[in-house]
Protein backbone atom coordinates (compact mmCIF):
# COMPACT_ATOMS: atom_id res chain seq x y z
CA UNK A 1 0.00 0.00 0.00
CA UNK A 2 2.88 2.20 -0.05
CA UNK A 3 2.12 5.39 -1.80
CA UNK A 4 -1.61 5.16 -0.90
CA UNK A 5 -2.99 7.62 1.09
CA UNK A 6 -6.58 7.31 3.07
CA UNK A 7 -8.10 10.13 5.20
CA UNK A 8 -9.64 8.96 8.18
CA UNK A 9 -12.45 10.95 9.64
CA UNK A 10 -13.64 8.68 12.59
CA UNK A 11 -13.71 7.36 16.02
CA UNK A 12 -13.80 4.56 18.32
CA UNK A 13 -12.54 1.01 17.16
CA UNK A 14 -14.48 -0.44 14.43
CA UNK A 15 -13.09 1.94 11.36
CA UNK A 16 -10.40 3.04 12.57
CA UNK A 17 -9.31 -0.48 12.92
CA UNK A 18 -9.41 -0.66 9.06
CA UNK A 19 -7.37 2.58 8.76
CA UNK A 20 -4.67 0.76 11.37
CA UNK A 21 -4.73 -2.38 8.93
CA UNK A 22 -4.22 0.07 5.74
CA UNK A 23 -1.49 1.50 7.68
CA UNK A 24 0.19 -2.01 8.63
CA UNK A 25 -0.06 -2.83 4.88
CA UNK A 26 2.53 0.31 3.99
CA UNK A 27 -0.36 3.14 3.36
CA UNK A 28 -0.11 7.12 4.73
CA UNK A 29 -3.59 6.89 7.06
CA UNK A 30 -4.08 10.38 8.08
CA UNK A 31 -6.65 10.46 10.87
CA UNK A 32 -8.85 13.53 11.68
CA UNK A 33 -9.33 14.12 15.16
CA UNK A 34 -11.42 17.24 16.53
CA UNK A 35 -8.77 19.74 17.97
CA UNK A 36 -10.24 20.17 21.73
CA UNK A 37 -11.37 16.09 21.86
CA UNK A 38 -9.20 14.50 19.87
CA UNK A 39 -10.98 10.64 19.37
CA UNK A 40 -13.69 10.29 22.02
CA UNK A 41 -12.42 6.86 22.85
CA UNK A 42 -9.30 8.82 23.84
CA UNK A 43 -11.14 9.80 27.18
CA UNK A 44 -12.56 6.01 28.16
CA UNK A 45 -10.96 5.20 31.48
CA UNK A 46 -12.66 1.93 31.55
CA UNK A 47 -12.26 -1.26 29.19
CA UNK A 48 -14.10 -4.45 30.63
CA UNK A 49 -14.05 -3.40 34.37
CA UNK A 50 -10.42 -2.52 33.66
CA UNK A 51 -8.89 1.16 34.43
CA UNK A 52 -7.14 2.34 31.62
CA UNK A 53 -4.11 4.79 31.74
CA UNK A 54 -4.33 7.61 29.11
CA UNK A 55 -0.92 7.17 28.29
CA UNK A 56 -1.14 3.91 27.28
CA UNK A 57 -4.37 3.14 26.13
CA UNK A 58 -5.28 -0.25 24.01
CA UNK A 59 -8.24 1.21 22.78
CA UNK A 60 -6.17 4.08 21.12
CA UNK A 61 -3.15 2.17 20.08
CA UNK A 62 -4.62 -0.98 18.44
CA UNK A 63 -6.99 0.75 16.14
CA UNK A 64 -4.54 3.56 15.30
CA UNK A 65 -1.16 2.76 15.20
CA UNK A 66 1.13 3.71 12.36
CA UNK A 67 -0.89 6.96 11.49
CA UNK A 68 -0.72 10.56 11.76
CA UNK A 69 -2.87 12.87 13.47
CA UNK A 70 -4.83 16.25 12.42
CA UNK A 71 -6.56 18.40 14.35
CA UNK A 72 -9.43 19.64 12.33
CA UNK A 73 -12.64 21.07 13.55
CA UNK A 74 -14.72 19.98 10.50
CA UNK A 75 -17.57 21.74 11.99
CA UNK A 76 -16.07 25.17 10.43
CA UNK A 77 -15.70 26.48 7.37
CA UNK A 78 -11.91 26.39 7.74
CA UNK A 79 -11.51 23.19 9.19
CA UNK A 80 -13.74 21.81 5.71
CA UNK A 81 -11.28 23.44 3.61
CA UNK A 82 -8.43 22.24 5.22
CA UNK A 83 -10.31 18.74 4.89
CA UNK A 84 -10.68 19.13 1.24
CA UNK A 85 -7.00 20.34 0.52
CA UNK A 86 -6.36 16.81 2.06
CA UNK A 87 -9.02 14.84 0.08
CA UNK A 88 -7.62 15.99 -3.03
CA UNK A 89 -4.56 14.37 -2.80
CA UNK A 90 -6.20 11.19 -1.00
CA UNK A 91 -6.57 7.70 -2.18
CA UNK A 92 -9.44 6.68 0.46
CA UNK A 93 -11.86 8.94 2.40
CA UNK A 94 -13.12 6.63 5.70
CA UNK A 95 -15.70 7.54 8.10
CA UNK A 96 -18.47 6.00 10.82
CA UNK A 97 -20.24 9.12 11.13
CA UNK A 98 -24.04 8.91 10.74
CA UNK A 99 -25.56 10.71 7.49
CA UNK A 100 -26.76 13.50 9.02
CA UNK A 101 -23.18 14.02 11.00
CA UNK A 102 -21.76 13.75 7.15
CA UNK A 103 -23.91 16.03 5.73
CA UNK A 104 -23.94 18.65 8.26
CA UNK A 105 -20.40 18.65 7.87
CA UNK A 106 -20.22 18.60 4.71
CA UNK A 107 -17.66 15.68 4.28
CA UNK A 108 -20.59 13.06 2.86
CA UNK A 109 -19.64 11.08 -0.46
CA UNK A 110 -20.97 13.99 -2.80
CA UNK A 111 -18.66 16.69 -1.18
CA UNK A 112 -15.58 14.40 -1.13
CA UNK A 113 -16.25 13.74 -4.55
CA UNK A 114 -16.89 17.18 -5.84
CA UNK A 115 -12.60 17.72 -4.77
CA UNK A 116 -11.77 14.42 -6.01
CA UNK A 117 -13.95 12.55 -8.49
CA UNK A 118 -11.62 9.61 -8.26
CA UNK A 119 -11.17 9.30 -4.11
CA UNK A 120 -12.87 5.74 -3.35
CA UNK A 121 -15.26 6.36 -0.44
CA UNK A 122 -15.57 4.04 1.87
CA UNK A 123 -18.23 3.76 5.32
CA UNK A 124 -18.72 1.92 8.41
CA UNK A 125 -21.76 1.79 10.39
CA UNK A 126 -23.73 0.11 12.44
CA UNK A 127 -26.50 -1.45 10.79
CA UNK A 128 -25.59 -0.32 7.03
CA UNK A 129 -26.20 2.45 4.53
CA UNK A 130 -29.78 1.72 3.48
CA UNK A 131 -32.78 1.33 4.96
CA UNK A 132 -35.19 3.03 7.67
CA UNK A 133 -32.25 2.70 10.29
CA UNK A 134 -29.33 3.99 7.95
CA UNK A 135 -29.23 6.61 11.05
CA UNK A 136 -29.25 4.54 13.41
CA UNK A 137 -25.98 4.37 15.76
CA UNK A 138 -24.89 1.34 17.36
CA UNK A 139 -21.49 0.08 19.04
CA UNK A 140 -20.24 -3.19 19.05
CA UNK A 141 -22.42 -4.38 21.83
CA UNK A 142 -25.57 -3.29 20.17
CA UNK A 143 -25.00 -4.48 16.37
CA UNK A 144 -22.53 -6.92 16.55
CA UNK A 145 -23.07 -9.43 19.70
CA UNK A 146 -26.66 -8.07 20.52
CA UNK A 147 -28.93 -7.59 17.63
CA UNK A 148 -27.20 -10.10 14.90
CA UNK A 149 -27.82 -13.38 17.10
CA UNK A 150 -23.92 -13.91 18.00
CA UNK A 151 -24.80 -13.18 21.76
CA UNK A 152 -27.54 -15.55 21.50
CA UNK A 153 -25.94 -18.28 19.87
CA UNK A 154 -23.09 -18.11 22.62
CA UNK A 155 -25.29 -18.06 25.49
CA UNK A 156 -25.99 -20.98 26.94
CA UNK A 157 -29.71 -21.56 27.30
CA UNK A 158 -29.80 -22.57 30.84
CA UNK A 159 -27.60 -19.39 31.74
CA UNK A 160 -31.61 -18.19 31.66
CA UNK A 161 -30.49 -14.62 30.82
CA UNK A 162 -28.07 -13.29 27.82
CA UNK A 163 -24.30 -13.18 28.23
CA UNK A 164 -22.67 -10.01 27.91
CA UNK A 165 -19.84 -9.69 25.69
CA UNK A 166 -16.39 -10.98 27.36
CA UNK A 167 -14.12 -8.84 24.60
CA UNK A 168 -14.48 -5.38 24.03
CA UNK A 169 -14.00 -3.99 20.39
CA UNK A 170 -15.02 -8.07 18.94
CA UNK A 171 -16.51 -7.44 15.92
CA UNK A 172 -15.35 -4.04 15.50
CA UNK A 173 -11.62 -5.32 14.57
CA UNK A 174 -13.47 -8.17 12.74
CA UNK A 175 -14.91 -5.57 10.68
CA UNK A 176 -12.58 -3.16 10.35
CA UNK A 177 -10.55 -6.12 8.97
CA UNK A 178 -13.54 -6.34 6.43
CA UNK A 179 -13.53 -2.91 5.51
CA UNK A 180 -9.74 -2.83 5.08
CA UNK A 181 -10.42 -5.85 2.52
CA UNK A 182 -13.41 -3.78 0.33
CA UNK A 183 -10.85 -0.99 0.00
CA UNK A 184 -8.32 -3.32 -1.03
CA UNK A 185 -10.60 -4.34 -3.99
CA UNK A 186 -11.39 -1.10 -4.37
CA UNK A 187 -8.28 -0.08 -5.20
CA UNK A 188 -7.51 -2.61 -7.45
CA UNK A 189 -11.11 -2.48 -9.32
CA UNK A 190 -9.77 1.67 -9.74
CA UNK A 191 -6.19 0.58 -11.10
CA UNK A 192 -7.71 -2.40 -13.86
CA UNK A 193 -10.59 0.21 -14.72
CA UNK A 194 -10.47 4.05 -14.07
CA UNK A 195 -13.67 3.14 -12.34
CA UNK A 196 -13.94 4.09 -8.24
CA UNK A 197 -16.23 2.33 -6.28
CA UNK A 198 -18.24 2.99 -2.48
CA UNK A 199 -17.93 0.45 -0.26
CA UNK A 200 -20.21 -0.36 3.11
CA UNK A 201 -19.66 -2.74 5.89
CA UNK A 202 -21.74 -2.69 9.02
CA UNK A 203 -21.13 -4.61 12.24
CA UNK A 204 -24.42 -6.50 11.52
CA UNK A 205 -23.29 -7.79 8.06
CA UNK A 206 -19.90 -8.78 10.00
CA UNK A 207 -21.46 -10.20 12.57
CA UNK A 208 -23.76 -12.23 10.34
CA UNK A 209 -20.30 -13.19 8.05
CA UNK A 210 -18.34 -14.61 10.82
CA UNK A 211 -21.97 -16.88 12.10
CA UNK A 212 -22.60 -17.28 8.11
CA UNK A 213 -22.56 -20.93 8.51
CA UNK A 214 -25.21 -20.84 11.69
CA UNK A 215 -26.91 -18.22 9.94
CA UNK A 216 -27.59 -20.15 6.46
CA UNK A 217 -28.41 -23.26 8.84
CA UNK A 218 -31.21 -21.03 10.32
CA UNK A 219 -33.03 -19.72 7.56
CA UNK A 220 -33.12 -23.51 6.50
CA UNK A 221 -34.45 -25.32 9.12
CA UNK A 222 -35.78 -22.63 11.39
CA UNK A 223 -33.65 -23.88 14.27
CA UNK A 224 -30.45 -22.15 15.60
CA UNK A 225 -27.87 -23.56 17.86
CA UNK A 226 -26.72 -22.43 20.94
CA UNK A 227 -23.92 -22.76 23.70
CA UNK A 228 -24.45 -25.55 26.01
CA UNK A 229 -23.47 -25.40 29.43
CA UNK A 230 -19.67 -27.42 30.06
CA UNK A 231 -22.00 -30.29 32.10
CA UNK A 232 -24.82 -30.46 29.26
CA UNK A 233 -22.42 -30.83 26.27
CA UNK A 234 -22.49 -34.44 24.80
CA UNK A 235 -21.06 -35.83 21.94
CA UNK A 236 -20.76 -38.74 19.56
CA UNK A 237 -17.22 -38.75 19.36
CA UNK A 238 -15.15 -38.74 22.02
CA UNK A 239 -11.98 -37.02 20.52
CA UNK A 240 -14.44 -34.31 20.11
CA UNK A 241 -14.82 -32.73 23.43
CA UNK A 242 -13.46 -30.45 26.37
CA UNK A 243 -11.78 -32.71 29.15
CA UNK A 244 -10.62 -31.09 32.67
CA UNK A 245 -7.02 -31.79 33.86
CA UNK A 246 -6.14 -32.68 37.22
CA UNK A 247 -5.19 -29.10 38.01
CA UNK A 248 -8.41 -27.57 36.73
CA UNK A 249 -6.90 -26.97 33.27
CA UNK A 250 -9.27 -27.62 29.79
CA UNK A 251 -7.65 -29.88 26.91
CA UNK A 252 -10.07 -29.72 23.83
CA UNK A 253 -9.92 -32.97 21.64
CA UNK A 254 -11.19 -31.67 18.17
CA UNK A 255 -10.67 -34.75 15.76
CA UNK A 256 -13.41 -34.57 13.57
CA UNK A 257 -12.24 -37.64 11.51
CA UNK A 258 -11.04 -40.17 13.93
CA UNK A 259 -9.90 -42.56 10.73
CA UNK A 260 -6.44 -43.10 10.94
CA UNK A 261 -5.88 -41.20 14.30
CA UNK A 262 -7.28 -43.96 16.46
CA UNK A 263 -4.61 -45.51 17.70
CA UNK A 264 -2.15 -43.03 17.81
CA UNK A 265 -4.80 -40.71 19.90
CA UNK A 266 -5.44 -43.75 22.00
CA UNK A 267 -1.42 -43.71 23.34
CA UNK A 268 -0.75 -40.48 23.43
CA UNK A 269 -4.00 -40.81 26.11
CA UNK A 270 -1.99 -43.43 28.10
CA UNK A 271 -4.81 -45.52 26.87
CA UNK A 272 -2.91 -47.94 24.02
CA UNK A 273 -5.14 -50.96 24.84
CA UNK A 274 -8.54 -49.32 24.26
CA UNK A 275 -7.07 -49.04 20.09
CA UNK A 276 -7.75 -52.64 19.98
CA UNK A 277 -10.69 -52.99 22.03
CA UNK A 278 -13.59 -53.20 20.02
CA UNK A 279 -15.48 -50.87 21.32
CA UNK A 280 -13.31 -48.64 20.07
CA UNK A 281 -10.87 -49.67 17.38
CA UNK A 282 -12.96 -48.40 14.18
CA UNK A 283 -14.79 -45.21 13.14
CA UNK A 284 -18.75 -46.39 13.93
CA UNK A 285 -18.36 -48.42 16.97
CA UNK A 286 -16.21 -45.28 18.29
CA UNK A 287 -19.30 -43.10 17.97
CA UNK A 288 -21.77 -46.19 18.92
CA UNK A 289 -20.49 -46.29 22.70
CA UNK A 290 -19.14 -42.72 22.75
CA UNK A 291 -20.52 -42.12 26.08
CA UNK A 292 -17.64 -45.05 27.36
CA UNK A 293 -15.09 -43.26 25.37
CA UNK A 294 -15.37 -40.44 27.09
CA UNK A 295 -15.64 -41.40 30.77
CA UNK A 296 -12.38 -43.52 30.08
CA UNK A 297 -10.50 -40.49 28.26
CA UNK A 298 -12.02 -37.87 31.02
CA UNK A 299 -10.16 -40.29 33.80
CA UNK A 300 -7.06 -40.51 31.84
CA UNK A 301 -6.40 -36.84 31.21
CA UNK A 302 -8.02 -35.87 34.42
CA UNK A 303 -5.38 -37.40 35.96
CA UNK A 304 -2.32 -35.31 34.87
CA UNK A 305 -2.21 -31.76 34.94
CA UNK A 306 -2.34 -29.64 32.40
CA UNK A 307 0.85 -28.42 31.38
CA UNK A 308 1.60 -32.00 31.17
CA UNK A 309 -0.90 -32.63 28.36
CA UNK A 310 -0.13 -29.19 27.17
CA UNK A 311 3.45 -30.60 26.30
CA UNK A 312 2.78 -34.52 25.90
CA UNK A 313 -0.22 -34.16 23.41
CA UNK A 314 2.67 -31.61 20.63
CA UNK A 315 3.10 -34.93 19.04
CA UNK A 316 0.01 -36.71 18.94
CA UNK A 317 -1.46 -36.44 14.76
CA UNK A 318 -4.89 -35.38 16.12
CA UNK A 319 -6.12 -32.24 16.44
CA UNK A 320 -6.48 -30.55 19.57
CA UNK A 321 -5.50 -27.20 21.32
CA UNK A 322 -5.16 -26.32 24.95
CA UNK A 323 -7.65 -24.08 26.43
CA UNK A 324 -5.86 -20.72 26.67
CA UNK A 325 -6.54 -17.26 27.86
CA UNK A 326 -5.52 -13.98 26.17
CA UNK A 327 -3.08 -13.54 28.31
CA UNK A 328 -2.20 -16.84 27.55
CA UNK A 329 -1.34 -16.29 24.51
CA UNK A 330 1.18 -13.64 24.79
CA UNK A 331 3.50 -16.74 25.38
CA UNK A 332 2.15 -19.10 23.24
CA UNK A 333 5.30 -19.99 21.23
CA UNK A 334 3.51 -20.85 18.08
CA UNK A 335 1.99 -17.13 18.49
CA UNK A 336 5.51 -15.51 19.00
CA UNK A 337 7.11 -17.54 16.18
CA UNK A 338 4.62 -15.81 13.88
CA UNK A 339 5.01 -12.37 14.84
CA UNK A 340 1.40 -11.82 16.34
CA UNK A 341 3.07 -9.70 19.11
CA UNK A 342 4.35 -5.76 17.91
CA UNK A 343 6.27 -3.58 19.89
CA UNK A 344 6.15 0.14 19.26
CA UNK A 345 7.61 3.16 21.56
CA UNK A 346 5.31 4.30 24.00
CA UNK A 347 3.78 7.84 24.16
CA UNK A 348 4.96 8.38 27.92
CA UNK A 349 8.32 7.30 26.77
CA UNK A 350 8.39 4.15 29.04
CA UNK A 351 8.85 0.47 27.94
CA UNK A 352 7.87 -0.52 24.47
CA UNK A 353 3.74 -1.02 24.23
CA UNK A 354 2.70 -4.57 22.57
CA UNK A 355 0.05 -4.75 20.03
CA UNK A 356 -1.47 -7.12 17.50
CA UNK A 357 -0.26 -7.57 14.23
CA UNK A 358 -3.42 -7.73 11.87
CA UNK A 359 -4.35 -11.23 10.32
CA UNK A 360 -2.69 -11.35 7.08
CA UNK A 361 1.09 -11.68 6.51
CA UNK A 362 3.39 -10.84 3.88
CA UNK A 363 6.71 -12.90 3.24
CA UNK A 364 6.89 -13.91 6.34
CA UNK A 365 8.06 -10.86 7.75
CA UNK A 366 7.26 -8.98 10.87
CA UNK A 367 5.05 -6.36 11.00
CA UNK A 368 7.20 -2.88 11.21
CA UNK A 369 4.84 0.04 12.55
CA UNK A 370 5.02 3.27 14.77
CA UNK A 371 3.01 3.92 18.00
CA UNK A 372 -0.68 5.84 18.05
CA UNK A 373 -0.06 9.29 17.19
CA UNK A 374 -1.29 11.75 20.09
CA UNK A 375 -4.29 13.96 19.04
CA UNK A 376 -3.27 16.52 16.27
CA UNK A 377 0.33 15.43 16.67
CA UNK A 378 1.05 16.00 12.99
CA UNK A 379 -0.65 18.72 11.90
CA UNK A 380 1.78 21.23 10.82
CA UNK A 381 3.78 18.73 8.77
CA UNK A 382 0.54 17.17 6.67
CA UNK A 383 -0.61 20.72 6.37
CA UNK A 384 3.10 21.59 5.09
CA UNK A 385 3.60 18.78 2.88
CA UNK A 386 0.13 20.31 1.00
CA UNK A 387 1.61 23.41 0.44
CA UNK A 388 0.13 25.60 3.24
CA UNK A 389 2.16 28.23 4.21
CA UNK A 390 3.07 28.99 7.93
CA UNK A 391 0.64 32.32 8.19
CA UNK A 392 -1.99 30.33 6.53
CA UNK A 393 -1.70 27.76 9.16
CA UNK A 394 -1.27 29.94 12.22
CA UNK A 395 -4.70 31.65 10.89
CA UNK A 396 -6.60 28.68 10.60
CA UNK A 397 -5.28 28.10 14.52
CA UNK A 398 -6.40 31.04 15.66
CA UNK A 399 -10.10 31.01 14.28
CA UNK A 400 -10.12 27.16 16.25
CA UNK A 401 -10.11 25.41 12.96
CA UNK A 402 -7.55 23.43 13.53
CA UNK A 403 -5.06 22.50 16.20
Same mark, same amino acid.
Given at each position: ??????????????????????????????????????????????????????????????????????????????????????????????????????????????????????????????????????????????????????????????????????????????????????????????????????????????????????????????????? @??? =? %????? *????????? #? /? !? +???????????????????????????????????????????????????????????????????????????????? @??? =? %????? *????????? #? /? !? +??????????????????????????????????????????????????????
Amino acid at each position: MQGVRVLEVAQFTFVPAAGAILADWGADVIKVEHPVRGDTQRGFINMGGFQLDPNRHPLIEHPNRGKRSVGIDVSTPGGQEVLYEIAKTADVFLTNYLPAQRQKNKFDVEHIRAVNPDIIYARGSAYGDKGSERDTGGFDGTAFWTRSGVGHALTPEAINGALSQGIPAFGDSIGGMNIAGGISAALFHRERTGETAEIDVSLLSTAWWAAGASVTQGMETGETMRS @LMP =D %DATSV *NPFMANYRT #S /D !G +GTINLCIVSPTGYIRDAFEHLGLPELADDPRFSDVLPLIENASEGVELIAKAIGSKPFEYWRQHLKTMKGQWAPFQSLVD @LAT =D %DQAVA *NDMIVEVDA #S /D !G +GKPFKVVRGPVQFNHEPLETTRAPQASEHTEIVLMELGLDWDRIEELKDSGAIA
